[in-house]
């Protein structure tokens, strides 16, 4: 009998850290889901690791978004599954890494620690720093040379001037040889702002290899437009045996759930406290799946179950913005973009006259910014809805060729 060929293990492993919440970014969602063009920063900082040589990787992700993050890495492999490991992330980066070590495979050697704020970088830099392990460093990150003059300032007094030339901005990817790197974490009592650092601590010297500019981190509203303005030039439609997208199209969704889920009710995007729960596979949210057919009817890119069926497990118990943010990206991917969505609530519970400028907002930020209204009505007492038994929504899309 022929024996199966056997699947060589990397000897790398890349911990892509990505659990951040993006507070100074104020994008509305956790910084690794915001867009940079029709993708994720995520998928983009995933695209540079899997075009880098061969290894594990292991997405850290904000904790209840593991199954988006899992989608975006399976998308940037090309489906290679086997190389793809997804773990919560900690209150800290630190605590966030460490979840990352221990989901590392006993082979590897050279453990390379990524930001995946830091979504453009080459795949030469990860190669620069796999190849200073290689020859005998137990550690090595990429650096750039600071160009700007720098001060130590007291308040609003500059004290003195700093030595440029021996100063270097770090980036990522940091990489370590694993079992150092494993013992200055198991060793580590503070915290430190980066990996480097840590192991330094430790006792370990660490080798500096050439960064990139591209390899900036994007922190900020600024840092974002930046990168949007650095990956509008790539940006392309795939090919494709169908005719361009010529003119606007509309598309109608609909969705019912019943009462009878567990835990609390999610809405149009927003948690309800005190309402039942809505049953369903994710989160039950009525308002969000009719916006999700309407937008892919609109596309003629078929439904909500072609994309988010019960065969997906990662997205059991998702909410609305992990459903409409993979929603924009099969859009953005098709060369169509939004142009506005209106979608209509009948329930007798809840009451949306108080919140609806919230669910507008909540939604709209999980479509890029597109406009979405919200309205609500009861239905007098008739059918299921009227009986106070679920929640049925009617959505209308509109798309723009892009």
């Known amino acids: 009998m022929a024996r199966e060929p056997l699947i060589a293990v990397p000897r790398v492993a890349v911990i892509v850290v990505a659990a951040g919440s993006g507070t100074r970014l104020g994008g509305g969602s956790p910084k690794a889901f915001v867009g940079l063009d029709e993708h994720s920063i995520l998928r983009h900082a995933l695209r540079g690791v899997f075009a880098a040589p061969e290894a594990q990787v292991i997405v850290v992700a904000p904790a209840g978004r593991e199954g988006d993050a899992l989608t975006e890495a399976l998308e940037a492999a090309g489906g290679r599954r086997d190389l793809i490991s997804v773990v919560p992330g900690g209150a800290t980066r630190q605590s966030s890494v460490q979840s990352g070590l221990h ?41 750039l040379p600071v160009i700007d003059t720098i001060k130590r300032v007291a308040g609003s007094e500059i004290v003195a001037g700093v030595d440029r030339s021996e100063l270097s901005a770090a980036q990522t990817p940091q990489g370590f040889r694993r079992e150092v790197l494993d013992a200055a974490y198991r060793a580590a009592m503070d915290e430190f702002t980066d990996d480097a650092a840590l192991v330094a601590e430790a006792g370990h010297p660490v080798a500096a290899v050439a960064g990139d500019e591209l390899a900036f981190k994007i922190t900020t509203p600024a840092d974002l437009e930046r990168a949007r303005g650095l990956v509008a030039p790539l940006a392309h439609v795939p090919v494709s045996l169908t005719p361009s997208p010529a003119a606007p199209r509309v598309g109608l969704g609909t969705d019912v759930h019943g009462f009878g889920g567990e835990g609390s009710l999610w809405l149009a995007g927003l948690e309800w406290p005190g309402e039942p729960a809505l049953s369903g596979h994710s989160d039950g949210d009525a308002v969000a ?54 979608v209509q609530v009948q329930a007798n519970r809840p009451r949306f006259a108080a919140r609806r400028a919230e669910a507008e907002r ?36 509109l798309l723009i060729p892009a």
Do not use: C, K, Q
């Open 103 to 143: 989901a590392v495979w006993p082979d590897v050697d050279i453990v390379l620690v990524h930001d995946a704020a830091r979504a453009l970088t080459p795949p030469a830099v990860f190669e620069r720093v796999i190849a200073a392990i290689d020859g005998g460093a137990d550690g090595a990150i990429p650096v």
């Open 289 to 342: 799946h009719a916006i999700v057919d309407a937008l892919l009817a609109a596309a003629g890119l078929g439904d909500i179950g072609t994309h988010f069926g019960t065969d997906r497990p990662e997205y059991a118990a998702a909410h609305a913005d992990a459903f409409l943010a993979r929603t924009l990206g099969i859009l953005g991917e098709a060369g169509w973009r939004i142009g506005n969505v209106s």
């Open 362 to 397: 909540a939604l709209s930020a999980a479509l890029g910014g597109a406009s979405v209204s919200v309205s609500a009505t009861t239905t007098d007492g008739l059918g299921f809805t009227g009986a106070g038994e679920g929640v049925a929504a009617f959505a209308v899309a």
